[in-house]
T-cell receptor, first 112, second 115 residues
Framework: GQQLNQSPQSMFIQEGEDVSMNCTSSSIFNTWLWYKQDPGEGPVLLIALYKAGELTSNGRLTAQFGITRKDSFLNISASIPSDVGIYFCAGQLFAGANNLFFGTGTRLTVIP | GAGVSQTPSNKVTEKGKYVELRCDPISGHTALYWYRQSLGQGPEFLIYFQGTGAADDSGLPNDRFFAVRPEGSVSTLKIQRTERGDSAVYLC?????????????FGAGSRLTVL
């Protein structure tokens, strides 16, 4: 399957700090998505990106679809304790593809 | 229902046994997906149903894995002769149509442990 590399693997930050994480691939993707997973739960969609270069915000979250279509980043501003969790990038190879390829995740810990 | 419901939430079995995992999608969602998430990894696609038919089963790892959705709603993932490597969280997701894999709502998963 496709390999999506996420970095960093884990982060420890102080409440109020900004966070940046990214995802790269050797393949071109049609769609990039960012999910958050809490313990014992399924992933929840945060942001979907459909066009190269697109920059999309959802509250304190901002994500960008890289120009090369092989990468994406997610920023979280002014982190709060409930931001704790594992963040996954996911890619859809082409429009209408049935499956998503997920990265290995970035585990975020927010210290109050 | 309000969300995707998966049962059991936890299943412990012995190597070689047969296991069934159930998924109840959001009412009205025609598309249903199964993913498998191993410890420390992201979810990996297993199979996709559009209605009653398995439209894409390319992610099933081998013929010990099988899934059905006989009435186009509830789906059952069946694993025969379980192996220790099958231990993982099995996630089900559904979406309104087969309009793309990106608008998925995931369930909380069934954690399978094979001893």
């Amino acid at each position: 399957g496709q390999q999506l590399n996420q970095s960093p693997q884990s982060m420890f930050i102080q409440e109020g700090e900004d966070v940046s994480m990214n995802c790269t691939s050797s393949s071109i993707f049609n769609t990039w998505l960012w999910y958050k997973q809490d313990p014992g739960e399924g992933p929840v969609l945060l942001i979907a990106l459909y066009k190269a270069g697109e920059l999309t915000s959802n509250g304190r979250l901002t994500a960008q679809f890289g120009i090369t279509r092989k990468d994406s980043f997610l920023n979280i501003s002014a982190s709060i304790p409930s931001d704790v969790g594992i963040y996954f990038c996911a890619g859809q190879l082409f429009a209408g593809a049935n499956n998503l390829f997920f990265g290995t995740g970035t585990r975020l810990t927010v210290i109050p | 229902g309000a969300g995707v419901s998966q049962t059991p939430s936890n299943k412990v079995t012995e190597k070689g046994k047969y296991v069934e995992l159930r998924c109840d999608p959001i009412s009205g969602h025609t598309a249903l997906y199964w993913y498998r998430q191993s410890l420390g990894q992201g979810p990996e696609f297993l199979i996709y149903f559009q209605g009653t038919g398995a439209a894409d089963d390319s992610g099933l790892p081998n013929d010990r894995f099988f899934a059905v959705r006989p009435e186009g709603s509830v789906s059952t993932l069946k694993i025969q002769r379980t192996e220790r490597g099958d231990s993982a969280v099995y996630l089900c997701a559904s979406s309104l149509t087969g309009s793309g894999a990106n608008v998925l709502t995931f369930g909380a998963g069934s954690r399978l442990t094979v001893l």
